[in-house]
């Protein structure tokens, strides 16, 4: 089966091709998407769009950020955060909080035309006071997992992919492809 996975981030699409490890295809479109904090509402709004494009299945995955303090703001709006105010300024607009935890979630949604399934991945952690680390992307450099004392963009890749939100939902998708494929 052809299946196509729908980003423009080159980080995503690496990181999911090696989870995944499937030989699937990458197609990078703008897409409308709809505005929300609820990742499962945007990823599966936009599968419907991309499939309504491409005619083939595709994988689309859509990532939030739930910070307590800010009752769950951004949300899946932390992709347009990180693009405009940076992990920087979301550290500044923090400061005056005590409460530091905070939820990263990865939804992450195959359809065909008929099908729709989605798959989530949730990690418990806090914010980080100052950005700290190099590897990684979007939010990994304020965020640490519960029970970690590094950021994902602190951790090397194997040590982040062993217990990220994206690995839990990747694992999930992983599990329904190859039943579907059997």
Not at 87 to 107: K, S
Not at 168 to 175: D, G, I, P, S, T
Request: proline fraction near 2%.
């Amino acid at each position: 089966m052809e299946v196509y996975f729908i980003t423009s981030n080159r980080h995503k699409l690496e990181e999911v091709r090696k989870i995944l490890d499937m030989n699937i295809k990458s197609r990078s479109i703008e897409l409308d998407e709809i505005q929300g904090i609820d990742a499962a509402t945007v990823a599966i709004d936009k599968a419907k769009r991309a499939y309504a494009i491409t005619r083939k299945p595709v994988i689309v995955e859509d990532t939030a950020l739930y910070i307590n303090a800010l009752k769950g703001f951004p949300g899946a709006l932390i992709k347009f955060m990180v693009l405009t105010v940076g992990c920087t300024g979301i550290c500044r607009m923090l400061r005056p909080y005590t409460d530091r935890e905070a939820t990263a979630e990865a939804c992450i949604v195959f359809y065909d035309g008929k099908v729709l399934k989605h798959f989530s991945g949730r990690v418990d952690g806090y914010m980080s006071y100052t950005v700290r680390g190099r590897n990684g992307f979007g939010f990994d450099s304020i965020f640490i997992p519960r029970g970690q004392s590094k950021t994902f963009a602190e951790m090397g890749e194997y040590e982040k992919n062993r217990i990220s939100h994206r690995m839990k939902a990747v694992l999930k998708l992983k599990r329904y492809m190859k039943g579907r494929l059997a």
